[in-house]
């Protein structure tokens, strides 16, 4: 703001100029005090400059209706909507969120500073906030290979771009545990430019959350009990209550909420396929979530407003106050959440769900993804099961990040080859690869998993977190090999196969994640998808694209996947999928 417009908005707060904008006799939603009161809501220059009685240029009819801040997402991984910023904001803007802090580690972990650089570039020149986390682990462990490694170095000079508000996820514990000098580097860097740190305490035991807010890590999403929520706010962690495409915690994280801890909460979406997003809403939908728990509609906007606001310092947002950006909804309904309009900076961008200004404009996006993987033949997927004993085995826990290490007794399957390992469709036990796809390493990481149902076919995705290699399923090695091949064949994205046929693939341009394509088209190749997968899998009630990928992450427990091989989260090492 500069200083014409300070004294502007003070001469319009004591009504010597009119006001840009009034909203009269509205019913404000104080999150200060977690309560309501009727008034009228003066804005000028984009920021509210009064609450009483007054007169402006532009009068609204506030009655019967409620006004309350913008959503600020506190968490998000954009890249899972499919999306760029340029499209994603759209979406996001029709569902009342007008600011997003995300952390870009899904395109940094593929093709490093050139992907945040796009990130940034592309989220510019729109009307709505998207704030920055950096990547502080890039790959999340060395225990798989990514297409990038980035250093304290590469990170510190993004400090001076004043939507970088901290470091993102700290998600490689034993690094800060044993003071690994390039992550402390990049924590103690961080805490001295007065930024915010993020964590990632999945699984964590008590002297594990000591010890990462001790390194002043300030947050963490990755809390899947309400008794892990109260463990973290006694130590002064803010905690992000998650609701996401697949990462589904808010109906169990709500029991431990009340009035008395509610300012250390704040409501994220961490990672969101964009169909779920139209489909079910996002922040917006939480909150209703929340008030049909038996929270007040005002503590639960408070959440997703005031205390995510204050949590990274953005300061000016988050509030109905005088000194505070303009960026607000009107709802018809509380209790419904249902949202008649939305303004950004005082100014309308969504009436009747329907963008004020749609720019349909795309940005050309010169960069190109090379999918580096070996010829594949069906000796690269075997897997030995001779004078062995019992398989550990992947199991999915649905809408669900974290898996369960299963030990299966091979005698117990009656399986016909006494060799190697075929899926066995009876027992929902599939086989899976990682494939290894920036280095041309040849790296490829075998597993057994259950739980995805597959009857028939294979899926394939560049989509693996965090290191983003080529992760498939199938139920015969015929297959996998053909989704792996058409893969690399489109330069990413994500691929159903059935008895030697593509039945449909989602091409993903950009690193092999997201694509420059509107959102309606990806939504409608995302319907296509869904429907051939239900037909291999017709029981399936989770996301199992989402599901396929989040198989791959080694800082979650229990059992997890790399291009190295299978993985041991719990006691932090490679184990055989036969024993």
């Known amino acids: 703001m500069n200083k014409k417009t300070y004294i502007e908005n003070i001469q319009a707060s004591i009504k010597n100029i009119p006001c840009d904008l009034v909203i009269k006799n509205i019913t404000i939603i104080d999150v200060f005090q977690n309560s309501s009161f009727v008034s009228d809501v003066a804005i000028h220059n984009g920021y509210i400059v009064g609450i009483g009685n007054y007169s402006g240029q532009n009068e609204i009819d506030g009655n019967k209706k409620y006004i309350c801040p913008g959503l600020i ?34 395109i940094a972990n593929v093709i490093g500073i050139d992907g945040i650089n796009l990130m940034i570039e592309l989220s510019q020149n729109i009307p709505f906030d998207f704030y920055f986390m950096l990547p502080s682990c890039v790959p999340a462990t060395e225990f798989e290979n990514s297409g990038s490694i980035l250093k304290n170095s590469d990170l510190y000079p993004f400090y001076k771009n004043n939507k970088i508000l901290g470091l993102a996820e700290v998600m490689d514990l034993r690094a800060v545990l044993e003071c690994n000098e390039d992550m402390i580097d990049k924590i103690y860097d961080a805490y001295l430019n007065n930024k915010i740190i993020d964590g990632h305490c999945a699984g964590f035991s008590i002297d594990h959350i000591n010890a990462y807010t001790t390194a002043y890590i300030k947050t963490d999403h990755e809390c899947h009990t309400h008794e892990e929520l109260i463990e973290r706010i006694r130590r002064g962690m803010y905690v992000h209550i998650r609701e996401g495409t697949v990462a589904k915690n808010l109906r169990e994280l709500i029991k431990g909420v009340s009035i008395h801890n509610s300012r250390k909460l704040c409501l994220c979406t961490d990672d969101k396929h964009i169909d779920d997003f139209v489909k079910y809403g996002s922040i917006d939908n939480s909150i209703r979530m929340c008030i049909r728990s038996g929270l007040s509609p005002e503590t639960s906007i408070q959440m997703a407003t005031i205390n995510t606001s204050e949590c990274y310092k953005l300061n000016k947002k988050g509030a109905i106050a005088p000194g505070y950006i303009a960026d607000f909804l009107i709802l018809d309904s509380l209790h419904d959440f249902k949202i008649s309009s939305v303004y950004k900076n005082g100014n309308l961008v969504v009436k009747d769900n329907e963008l004020i200004n749609n720019d349909d404009s795309t940005t050309k996006i010169s960069l190109k993804t090379q999918i580096n993987i070996p010829n594949l033949a069906e000796d690269h997927f075997k897997i030995s099961i001779k004078n062995k004993s019992f398989l550990n085995v992947i199991e999915i826990i649905p809408n669900n990040l974290k898996t369960n290490h299963l030990k299966i007794d091979i005698s117990s399957l009656n399986l016909k080859c006494n060799e190697y390992f075929n899926a066995h469709i009876e027992n929902d036990l599939l086989k899976l690869a990682i494939i290894e796809r920036h280095n041309n390493t040849g790296n490829i990481g075998l597993g057994i998993v259950k739980g995805l149902m597959l009857n028939s076919g294979a899926i394939a995705t560049t989509i693996a977190h965090d290191s983003h290699n080529l992760i498939v399923c199938g139920a015969n090695d015929q297959d996998m090999i053909l989704a792996c091949n058409h893969i690399k064949e489109i330069g990413g994205g994500i691929t159903i196969v059935d008895n030697g046929k593509v039945l449909y693939s989602l091409r993903l341009e950009i690193g092999g994640l997201i694509t420059n394509r509107k959102a309606s088209d990806v939504i409608k190749d995302l319907e296509i998808l869904h429907n051939n997968i239900n037909i291999l899998s017709p029981n399936l009630t989770f996301n199992p694209f989402l599901t396929l990928s989040f198989l791959s992450l080694p800082v979650i427990p229990n059992i997890k996947i790399t291009d190295k091989g299978l993985f041991d989260t719990i006691n932090f090492k490679f184990i055989d999928v036969c024993e």
């Open 73 to 106: 997402d506190a968490h998000a991984h954009i890249e899972s909507s499919l999306l760029t910023p340029k499209e994603y904001y759209k979406t996001a803007l029709i569902h009342g969120i007008t600011s997003i802090i995300i952390d870009p580690h899904e």
